[in-house]
Every structure is written in C-alpha cells, then in structure tokens.
C-alpha cells in the first residue's frame, strides 16, 4: 500500500511537469497549441500506463505460472493463454494512443 501511495504521488507530480507546466510555458507566436500539446501527452499517458500495468500482469501470471507448471506440467500450454491475455494490454494502450493521434 505504501509503494502505490508513492506512485501516486510521483505520477501526479510527473503529471504537473509534464502538462500543467509547458501549457503556460508557451511563448508568442509558436504554432503549437494546447490541445496539440494535450494531445501528444494523452498518448504518451496511455502508452506508459497501459505498459506498465501489462508489465506488472506478466511478472504476476508469470511467476504464478512458473510455480504451477512446477507441481503440474501438463497445464503449462494453458498458462499462455493468460500471458497473452496480460500482454494485450500493452496493445490496447497502443491503440487508445493512435486512436487519439487519429480523431484529435
């Protein structure tokens, strides 16, 4: 519980950096505007939480699979399954940042 309160805290002040700041950070005549600027950093918001949590599945089901295939090899083809099942999260994230890029 103690490490998501860090992370919490160390993402919302990633958070501030990362777009709060370079929004009023803005010079006179640049053609970047700030739904450009949002934009980009909603991609890259997606990307990193959805890898990050696919990251943290796979080490999970991962480590859980290797113990089960352990005591009972036979049911190690079925562990795959849920393997891929935590990489597709890495790809949705990879799709909600294109979709983004795509419509915005």
Known sequence: MKRLRYLFM???IAFLLMFVMPIFAQEE???ETTAQVAKFYSMALAV?????AGGYAVAK?????CAAAAERPELAGRF????GLAE????YGVLVA???WITV
């Open 48 to 52: 990193i939480g959805s890898s990050a």
């Open 88 to 91: 597709g999260v890495c790809i």
């Open 80 to 83: 795959l399954i849920y393997l």
């Open 29 to 31: 005549g640049t053609t």
């Open 61 to 65: 089901v991962g480590t859980a699979a």
């Open 98 to 100: 294109l979709i983004i």
């Open 10 to 12: 160390l993402s919302s």
